[in-house]
């Protein structure tokens, strides 16, 4: 079956724009993961949905980020007033739920802020 | 906190040698643990990860790792490496029905012929 999608794969946007990026889980998973990861490091955590809440969003950095997940399904990380310091690859994963279950990770999204 | 740490960021060996990919965590609560692989220009997939029970685990392409709760360690091995394996691997934890990983900075094997 198909496995976790992000697009766009790739994002070029200038300082100060805004910025929304997507991921379609696994269908059927109920929890969904946003990562951060940055060049040479391991990812960060920003925010999980268990169902259609932000069940942890400890990770985010500031409130300039923002997600959602209105369905259930999809969800949208929106960055704010983007900073340079925010260029990475944002990663999304799924699990069946969140208890402690196999997360599976989509390929993605490079974003680089001018 | 939760916190993980893998020595040697970057790892050599050459084909057919044992690969032995380190990795320590610091968990309050019992962990799960998990090794994912990441190949250039390609999503993370979970190599095995650790729950319950047996403490040596059987992964996909020859990895097993073994969680030892007193060293806090659980180090992930190959015993004769492949061209294939080289990639970079990240060890995480999470805390029992959280959810959220806490990933290491990664190691990077390289496997020369």
């Known amino acids: 079956g198909a496995g976790v999608s992000q697009t766009p794969s790739n994002k070029v946007t200038e300082k100060g724009k805004y910025v929304e990026l997507r991921c379609d889980p696994i269908s059927g998973h109920t929890a969904l993961y946003w990562y951060r990861q940055s060049l040479g490091q391991g990812p960060e955590f920003l925010i999980y949905f268990q169902g259609t809440g932000a069940a942890d969003d400890s990770g985010l950095p500031n409130d300039r980020f923002f997600a959602v997940r209105p369905e259930g399904s999809v969800s949208t990380l929106k960055i704010q007033r983007t900073e340079r310091g925010d260029s990475a690859v944002y990663l999304c994963?799924?699990?069946?739920?969140?208890?402690?279950?196999?997360?599976?990770f989509g390929p993605g999204t490079r974003l680089l802020v001018l | 906190a939760q916190s993980v740490t893998q020595l040697g960021s970057h790892v050599s060996v050459s084909e057919g040698a044992l690969v032995l990919l380190r990795c320590n965590y610091s968990?309050?609560?019992?962990?799960?643990l998990f090794w994912y692989v990441q190949y250039p220009n390609q999503g993370l997939q979970l190599l095995l990860k650790?729950?319950?029970?047996?403490?040596l685990v059987k992964g996909i392409n020859g990895f097993e790792a073994e969680f030892k709760k007193s060293e806090t360690s659980f180090h992930l091995t190959k015993p004769s490496a492949h061209m294939s394996d080289a990639a970079e691997y990240f060890c995480?934890?999470?805390?029992?029905?959280?959810?959220?990983?806490?990933f290491g900075q990664g190691t990077e094997l390289s496997v020369k012929p």
């Open positions: 650790y729950t319950t029970g047996a403490t």
């Open positions: 994963a799924s699990s069946l739920t969140s208890g402690g279950e196999t997360q599976y």
């Open positions: 995480a934890v999470s805390d029992h029905g959280r959810g959220k990983l806490i």
């Open positions: 968990s309050s609560v019992p962990p799960y």
